[in-house]
């Protein structure tokens, strides 16, 4: 049988560009667009077209070099945010307009200060207005995650009705937890007469840590597209991170009945580039796109990798876009691992003896060094043999 599609809506230059000291110019919104296009993401969020003239020229040049992914502005549930959205998008191949307004008690009260009524009246003018200038229409219940859901459903049959084509369910604070934000899902989808008429989504930040972990729980609920970002880029924590959602996918076919298009080697080289660009240093340790997502320096899994990479790897490093899987020899490292990079660098030995006292030697450098380079081991083989 085969899969729904999963759509992939990456809003690294509109969420991630609002991480404090993360904004980019049009020049580098454009480089990145076409990383994430060649990438086949399905949506790429240029920007916020009225947040300003420098926004509204990014998201233009970006709608007007992208071909093959859906270009995207967000704008507020005003008429002036969502002209000027359209206008942005007009040289697109395919655009969108991604409109909101907040949905919880909290923001309707002290931010809004508007009646829930108010709220959906206003939800519903904008998603016509923006429909009367576009067909793809994304309408977003901001802090649908402390949402009362008896609203949720109200709100949404109604942005239904007036044309919006993407119904999307942001945990703006990251306050959701994922059995229960899965459970949000499903009834929303239960609930809404009208649901089958749009494409529900899920917008998750990390303030707990779970932006991931909640966006993968909404898709085995039904959820059918995912807003993510580049290295989990974001406000404050940060947002689901793109390659962690589109691995966990790929990943696990037993678990997801869903596929995306990515192609996933183009993960590693946009990664670098975002990195680069906004001046946000990957974490070592970051799944997928940390230098040691790949990497092996225990013996115990280094002589499993070597012996089957499967052992200890769930994907393989040249998948996303990395040259190699590593094995980094320092203090753990075993007999296998160490004859196997001499042997790769061309060293051998005459004798099981000699060989033993260049690892005798090797682990006392190890015990001094966090990492052994080849330079090192070419060395210590020099004076081993001198040694002996
Ligand atoms: O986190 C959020 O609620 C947003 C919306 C504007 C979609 O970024
Ligand atoms: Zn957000």
């Known amino acids: 049988m085969s899969k729904d599609h999963l759509v992939i809506f990456d809003t ?67 008429d002036a945010d969502i002209e000027r959205a ?19 008690p909290i923001h ?22 923006a429909r ?21 459903c109200r709100i949404i049959e109604a942005a239904i009705d007036a044309g919006a084509t993407t119904i999307n369910i942001p945990d703006t604070v990251g306050y959701a ?51 993510c970002t580049i290295n989990g880029l974001g406000e404050r924590a940060g947002n689901a991170s793109l390659e962690e959602v589109v691995m966990g996918i790929r990943t696990r076919p037993d678990i997801f009945d869903v596929e995306t298009r990515i192609d996933p080697v183009h993960i590693v080289p946009t990664s670098r580039l975002v990195s680069t660009v906004t001046g946000f240093p990957v974490q070592p340790n970051k799944a ?30 040249q998948d996303v876009g990395w040259n190699t899987n590593a094995i980094v020899l320092g203090k753990h490292s075993g007999r296998n691992a160490f004859r196997t990079r001499l042997e790769e660098l ?16 090797f682990k006392q450098l190890a015990d001094k060094k966090h990492e052994i380079y080849d330079e090192d081991l070419q060395a210590l083989v020099t004076d081993s043999r001198v040694t002996d």
């Open 132 to 152: 009367n200038l576009i067909s793809d229409v994304e309408f977003s219940c901001e802090d649908a995650g402390r949402s009362e859901i008896d609203f949720l």
């Open 288 to 317: 997928i796109v940390g230098k040691n997502a790949f990497a092996h320096e225990s013996g115990i899994h280094q002589d499993g990798v070597l012996k089957h990479r499967e052992t200890y790897e769930i994907m393989k490093a």
């Open 346 to 361: 061309g060293i051998s030995f005459d004798s099981e003896s000699e060989l033993n006292h260049a690892f005798a030697l």
């Open 12 to 78: 690294t230059l509109r969420d991630g560009e609002q991480s404090p000291g993360a904004s980019m110019t049009k020049d580098e919104k454009v480089r990145i667009a076409r990383h994430l296009e060649k990438m086949r993401v399905d949506v790429i969020e240029a920007g916020f077209a009225i947040a300003s003239p420098g926004d509204f020229e990014a998201v233009k040049a970006v709608a007007d070099t992208v071909k093959d992914s859906t270009v995207c502005s967000l704008s507020r549930a005003l």
């Open 108 to 129: 309707m009260q002290y931010k809004l200060q508007m009646q829930p009524d108010q709220v959906i009246e206003q939800a519903v003018r904008a998603v016509s207005k």
């Open 177 to 227: 937890i994922p059995g229960q934000f899965a459970e949000t899902i499903s009834q929303l989808l239960n609930r809404i007469p009208n649901a089958d008429k749009a494409i529900f989504s899920v917008h998750c930040h990390n303030d707990l840590g779970l932006a991931v972990a909640n966006s993968l729980a909404a898709v085995q609920s039904g959820a059918r597209q995912v807003e």
């Open 86 to 104: 359209a206008q942005a998008l007009a040289g697109a191949n395919s655009g969108r307009i991604h409109t909101f307004i907040a949905t919880s």
